[in-house]
Each structure stands twice: as C-alpha cells, then as structure tokens.
Antibody, heavy 120, light 108 residues
Framework: EVQLVQSGAEVKKPGESLKISCKGSGYSFTSYWIGWVRQMPGKGLEWMGIIYPGDSDTRYSPSFQGQVTISADKSISTAYLQWSSLKASDTAMYYC?????????????WGQGTLVTVSS | SYELTQPPSVSVSPGQTARITCSGDALPKQYAYWYQQKPGQAPVLVIYKDSERPSGIPERFSGSSSGTTVTLTISGVQAEDEADYYCQSADSSGTYEVFGGGTKLTVL
C-alpha cells in the first residue's frame, strides 16, 4: 500500500527557517517523482514543484522558484520542502504527493498535509 | 502564465447530474485530471487522462473533453459527493502543470 506520511504542524515566526518532510513507503521511492502542493487558507491548490529522488532532478513552478527548496534523501525515502526565511504569506497547508510521469504529470497518492502557520 | 478556468460553484439536488467544466487554451493538446477534496481532507484523484477512472472511484464519476473545455460529470449525485473539485493540466509545451481555481459542489 502506497503511503505518504508528512511531518506535523508547525508554528513559526516571520524570518525563521523551516523544513517539513514527507516519507514514502509501499513503492519504489527512487523511481517516482514526488511533488509539493500549497493550499492557502480557504483557497485552491497550487503546484509548487517536483523532485525525482533517484537523481534529485528538481523542477519548480515559476511562482515558487527561488522561494522554497525541494530536496530528497533517498536513503530514508523522504522528501523535504524548506524555507530559509518565512513570511506570513507562507501560512498554508502543504501537501506532498506521488507523481505519475504521464504527459502532463499528475498526482495519484497524497500525504495528509502539513499545516504551516507563520505569525509574529 | 497559463490558467485553467472553473466555475466557482455548482449546485444540484440528490440524484441529479452535476457537470463541472474546466476551460484552457492548451486542453486540446494536454490531458486533464480531476481531484475531489472534502473539507479537512487531502485531495483524491477521481479522473485521469480526461476520462479514465482510477480503481475505487464510483462509476457515477466520468470525464469528457471537447476542444478547450473538459467536463467532470457526476451522475446520480449523492450527499457524499459534496466537495471541492479541481481540474489540473499543463501549458501547451507541457512544461508547467497548473490547477484550476476549483469548483464547490453543493448537494441541495
């Protein structure tokens, strides 16, 4: 059974750094892209970017390029999303999801989400 | 940047048919996908490649494509189908994936 288990909710202050995680199991972690999706409070889904854990090839949506860093540690089947300096506007639910490498890419399995709250 | 346009809301009575549209210039060239998101839950894929249904998704969910518009159809709507629905596709080059703005389906 494919499972993506995300790290717990975070409360941070503006300017702080943060790294959230997503651990995959039940499939070959290094053989499938994994992605991140943002959902701001009361808003829709936004495609942030994806990473191929096998070789760490990473592709960002233009809106998120330079704003976040996506990484993966294939030795522990875990993908990460990190910020170096959080802003209040980063407050959102963040989902990781396993990618189907079709054309275009899409998500077939999703994590439970990690709520990030940034407030002074 | 590329955009997919969905109606903000659709309302139907139980047992009726709900149709949710998604429009985008690249849809004649790119497949579309549909996700269902219930309150407080992660999204779930309900349609892939315009009209294919993943295993475990009820047969009342179907998808179709015509020109620059794709449509998610839910036949015999049930109360449990009340949710937000998002289409997803990519720009004409297939470089950037995007979601539509989402449609809230209300079952009256």
């Amino acid at each position: 059974e494919v499972q993506l288990v995300q790290s717990g909710a975070e409360v941070k202050k503006p300017g702080e750094s943060l790294k959230i995680s997503c651990k995959g199991s039940g499939y070959s972690f290094t053989s499938y892209w994994i992605g991140w999706v943002r959902q701001m409070p009361g808003k829709g889904l936004e495609w942030m970017g994806i990473i191929y854990p096998g070789d760490s090839d990473t592709r960002y949506s233009p809106s998120f390029q330079g704003q976040v860093t996506i990484s993966a540690d294939k030795s522990i089947s875990t993908a990460y999303l990190q910020w170096s300096s959080l802003k209040a506007s980063d407050t959102a639910m963040y989902y990781c999801a396993k990618v189907v490498a079709a054309s275009p890419y899409y998500f077939d399995y999703w994590g439970q989400g990690t709520l990030v709250t940034v407030s002074s | 940047s590329y955009e997919l346009t969905q109606p903000p809301s659709v309302s139907v009575s139980p047992g009726q048919t709900a149709r949710i549209t998604c429009s985008g210039d690249a849809l004649p060239k790119q497949y579309a996908y549909w996700y269902q998101q219930k309150p407080g839950q992660a999204p779930v894929l309900v349609i892939y490649k315009d009209s294919e249904r993943p295993s475990g998704i009820p047969e009342r969910f179907s998808g179709s494509s015509s020109g620059t518009t794709v449509t998610l159809t839910i036949s015999g709507v049930q109360a449990e189908d009340e949710a937000d629905y998002y289409c997803q596709s990519a720009d004409s080059s297939g470089t950037y994936e995007v979601f539509g703005g989402g449609t809230k389906l209300t079952v009256l």
